[in-house]
């Protein structure tokens, strides 16, 4: 007889190290975004553990039911552009209010899984404009990395250095060295301790949601539209380009379902990944397409790992100086940033207009309560309409007068 499809013994190591790769990746490469963006929000310190502890328990436990379902390495994720985007509001709406633009945004989700002509609409979104407005979200951020360095100079140049460095060898753990590497010189100079009101283990702190209008257009669409055009879309291009045949309406329902569920407790958005499923989908992550599956579910498991003990891994970031945090921040967000801005120039018949959504997201214009991502939006489709429908008069055209030619006598 043969060893059932999961028993260990049957697995070839690499699907472990693929998913504790990618898990590594996923979560310490951004968790100091989502604390970040729970700070922001007015998060307490044990809302924000509630937020990734949810968020991870909606990754691993969404993520293991469709690999098993479908057969196919499923590899979720949380919405990195989602936290940026969070993380950058400034219009003190109150977690609460926040909590209810996360259950607004997985609401549009959904339906954009359920019906067809949301699904095919939103794939119409152009590109270029939604990623202007991914880049003008994170450029901040970027730019903060160089704001904070003044602040802690000898520690912004040794993670930079370990950063240009670790993404020319090894671009995958570039940010888990400059996490190790913070901590280390942080450690060495007796400057990391975890707050008190964390806890050991992660912890589930339900909020009730409050809709308000402002937060559903400044917060709750913009995290949708970010994360379908920059999460789900592409990552169900990995998994095609890896050989499966995703249903996407299905796909894109169970994220949502799973954002809905996690959203009361502080989860943003949970969705599919692209870059850590990329580890995970390939030969590299087992040789056998067909069994590949296996490390979608493994990597599930780790991440409910995660959420067991959040609450100590948050802490940390929690009780980090906002400069240092700002840094790794920062360093998370360039190649990021680098995407955004190279989608974003890449049509020239759309790059004028993804400029101005670039320059009025990036500005942090507020007006009437409303944030500056929902008014980037605004920017872009008007000058996108404004070159489509009006056409300039066509001018008459002057022929040259041809000069007689001249005969020879």
Not at 325 to 337: H, R, S
């Amino acid at each position: 007889m043969t060893a059932p499809a999961f028993s260990a013994r049957a697995l070839p190591p690499s699907v472990f190290s693929s998913a504790a790769v990618a898990t590594v990746v996923g979560f310490g490469g951004t968790v100091a975004l989502v604390v970040q963006a729970g700070q922001a929000l007015g998060a307490a310190p044990v809302q924000i553990v509630s937020m990734v502890t949810a968020l991870c328990l909606g990754i691993g436990l969404t993520g293991m039911g469709l690999s098993l379902a479908l057969k196919t390495p499923v590899v979720l994720a949380w919405s990195t552009p989602g936290a940026a985007l969070l993380a950058a509001s400034a219009l003190g709406l109150g977690w609460a209010n926040a909590v209810g633009a996360f259950v607004v945004a997985a609401v549009l989700m959904i339906l954009t899984g359920l019906l067809p002509v949301l699904g095919r609409l939103a794939q119409r979104i152009p590109p270029a404009i939604a990623s202007a407005m991914l880049a003008g979200v994170l450029l901040p951020f970027v730019l903060r990395l160089f704001k904070a360095a003044p602040e802690a100079l000898t520690l912004a140049v040794a993670l930079l250095g370990v950063f240009l460095v670790m993404r020319r060898l090894w671009p995958a753990w570039a940010l888990p060295a400059v996490l190790a590497a913070a901590f280390t010189i942080l450690a060495l100079t007796g400057r990391v301790e975890l707050p008190a009101s964390t806890g050991l283990f992660g912890t589930l702190a339900p909020v009730t949601p409050t809709f308000d209008w402002k937060a559903a257009i400044s917060l709750g669409l913009p995290l949708f539209l970010v994360t379908l055009a920059s999460q789900n879309l592409p990552g169900l291009v990995v998994l095609k380009a890896a050989g499966y045949a995703p249903p996407a309406d299905r796909l894109i329902l169970a994220t949502g379902l799973a954002s809905l569920a996690a959203a009361p407790f502080g989860a943003h958005g949970v969705n599919l990944a692209a870059i850590t499923a990329a580890l995970c989908t390939g030969p590299d992550a087992h040789p056998d397409a067909d069994r590949r599956w296996v490390v979608g579910v493994i990597y599930g498991v780790f991440y409910l790992a995660v959420a067991l003990f959040a609450a100590p891994l948050v802490g940390l970031f929690i009780a980090m100086p906002s400069a240092i945090l700002a840094i790794i921040t920062g360093l998370a967000l360039v190649a990021p940033l680098s995407g955004a801005l190279e989608t974003m120039l890449s049509d020239r018949g759309e790059r004028e207009a993804a400029v101005l959504t670039f320059a009025a997201t990036g500005s942090g214009l507020a007006l009437f309560g409303v944030g500056s991502a929902f008014w980037g939006l605004i920017v872009g489709f008007a000058a996108l309409m404004a070159k489509r429908w009006i056409r300039p008069k066509a001018r008459p055209s002057v022929h040259p007068v041809r000069p007689i030619a001249r005969t020879r006598s």
